[in-house]
């Protein structure tokens, strides 16, 4: 399931830490190296107890590109975040469909069966 992810809610004392991004599109607040909008979440994508979230993100230098962000949180691993070239984000969602597609293909021709979700 795909959800979209929520603003954080703003406390009512404002601290340095809670002052929103002049950037009009940044989530983040306080003082902070990389502009990012949180875009969406998709639970029990790594393992049972994972996330996997979909983010944009650009350092906050001049001339930086925006650039799509996958990160994975897990209970039992450091967590991780890649920071995909946005011309190169529609390639990668293509190949995991066709790894999808392969896979269920894959287990159907070895098992004879549905492949199971997960
Ligand atoms: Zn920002």
Redesign the pocket.
Request: net charge negative; with cysteine; glycine share 0%.
């Given at each position: 399931m795909l959800t979209t992810t929520a603003s954080p809610a703003r406390p009512e004392t404002v601290l340095d830490h809670d002052i929103a991004?002049?950037?009009g599109w940044?989530?983040?607040?306080g003082p902070?190296p990389?502009?990012?909008q949180y875009l969406y979440t998709v639970p029990g994508a790594v393992r049972e107890d994972g996330h996997l979230g979909v983010n944009l993100v650009?350092r906050?230098r001049p001339g930086e590109p925006i650039r799509v962000e996958l990160t994975s949180t897990t209970a039992r691993s450091d967590d991780l975040a890649l920071k995909l070239n946005t011309t190169r984000a529609t390639d990668i969602a293509q190949a995991l469909t066709a790894a999808v597609t392969k896979a269920a293909r894959l287990h159907s021709a070895t098992s004879g069966q549905e492949p199971p979700v997960g």
């Open positions: 991004c002049p950037i940044c989530d983040e607040t902070h990389t502009h990012r650009q906050d």
